[in-house]
């Protein structure tokens, strides 16, 4: 059982109260002195990068930086989950689906290749960019 700070809790609980968005440290540093909680930006960083062994959040690397997401599986175990990433928007998501275990399944045992949730990120277009491309496309 890992020990949490004070520090830790207040990332956690910044990250589990904004689940549905990706956050830059930067960003969560600035949200946490907003709701009265200042943290420094290199504390942010420690936590994250516990919170991150841990399998607590999620880290997406991408060409304007880091960000780090929530994930909503306790026990730091991520077997059902994928992030998934906007091309257009930037938007990252947390996907959680039953179907993946089989995936995962498939691929460490026919092609001897096992998955990091954590670190996995799938890129395409979320559902809002991919009608405004068709949309665009069609006139």
Known sequence: MSYSTKQ????L???SQRSGE????AALAEELRRLGSPVGLATVYRQLEKLEQEGRVHKVNTEEGA???????????CHGCFLLRCEQCGQIVHLDCSHLKSLYEHLEQD????I??????L??????CAEKEAAHGAQ
């Open 22 to 25: 990706a956050l830059t440290a």
């Open 123 to 128: 890129m395409g277009l979320c559902g809002v």
């Open 67 to 77: 960000f780090y997401q929530f994930c909503p599986h306790q026990t730091g175990h």
């Open 111 to 114: 092609h001897h290749f096992r």
């Open 13 to 15: 609980h910044c990250l």
């Open 8 to 11: 830790q809790q207040a990332v």
């Open 116 to 121: 990091d949730p954590n670190r996995t990120v």
